[in-house]
């Protein structure tokens, strides 16, 4: 059983950067894929990025490409979402997820069934 926390979630203007975390415990951190969802109001949950156990692969949604970056530090069991150029359109709730993979297994990456969930943080990108 993993435990997820998420943190860092505000109010920011257009433009601005948001650093959230995802603390873990329960587990063995290095043998979890790691990703960021989100979902905004009157949507469905959606995929932002995720983060092979062992850091080397990374995946991103097409609308955070080249603004957000996913990392890890599996000594820590801490996840980080850096969210740079926000926009408004990235006001949602975001939650971290983690699934147990095999080392070379990186192609669900994307996939939403991910079994462990954080309870979200809100991001509000506002002017």
């Known amino acids: 059983q993993v435990l997820l926390i998420e943190s860092g979630g505000g109010l920011v203007q257009p433009g601005d950067s948001l650093r959230l975390s995802c603390a873990a415990s329960g587990g063995t951190f290095s043998r979890y894929a790691m990703a960021w969802f989100r979902q905004a109001p009157g949507r469905e949950r959606e995929f932002v990025v995720a983060?092979?156990?062992?850091?080397?692969?990374?995946e991103a949604a097409d609308s955070v490409k080249g603004r957000f970056d996913i990392s890890r530090d599996n000594d820590k069991k801490m996840a980080y979402l850096q969210m740079n150029g926000l926009k408004v359109e990235d006001t949602a709730v975001y939650y971290c997820a983690a699934r147990q993979t095999i080392l070379t297994d990186n192609s669900r990456l994307r996939s939403p069934d991910y079994p462990y969930w954080g309870q979200g943080t809100q991001v509000t990108v506002s002017s």
């Open positions: 983060i092979s156990r062992n850091g080397r692969v990374t």
